[in-house]
């Protein structure tokens, strides 16, 4: 049964999450719902409520870890109330992770990237959420840059997905009013 907003914000509010990452959460569902409001309206298919529950849920594994392994954490919490959500906070990082990377980072070999346009947007938004303020695709690049560098394979898949998404979003980005 697909977990509902009322669920996911009961989930999020039981989970022992720090305060300030229920914000970014919140603040990243926002967002993410506006861009797949947005792409609905610009005649892609997308599960405005998936969308919003996953970006709401997308943190939760933060609960257990703050490392690059929160992502796996969010899905084992995840995976008993609903496999899709479960997916999305397992696919979230960046542009995802493959499992080259994954072999370098301490994650279980496996290919870590989003695949449904839902996970897509949840990763977008988040990449776009600094703490609880909204950025632009271009800081979301430079910090990737600053962190792994412009030659990396993560800032190459970061770069392709902004780029997919400003062309997808036409020219009233969603988040220049939000």
Known sequence: MPVTRERAEELLTSSGLEAHVID???????????????????????????VETGALLHDIGRSRSHGIDHCLEGYRILRDEDETIARIALVHIGAGIDRKEASTVGLPVRDYLPESLEERVVAFADNLVFGVRVGTPEEAEARFIRELGSDHTATDRVRRLNAWFLDALGPELPWETA
């Open 24 to 50: 970014h959460s919140r603040t990243v569902a926002r967002l993410a719902c506006r861009v797949a409001e947005t792409l609905r309206g610009r005649g892609h298919p997308v599960d405005v409520a998936l």
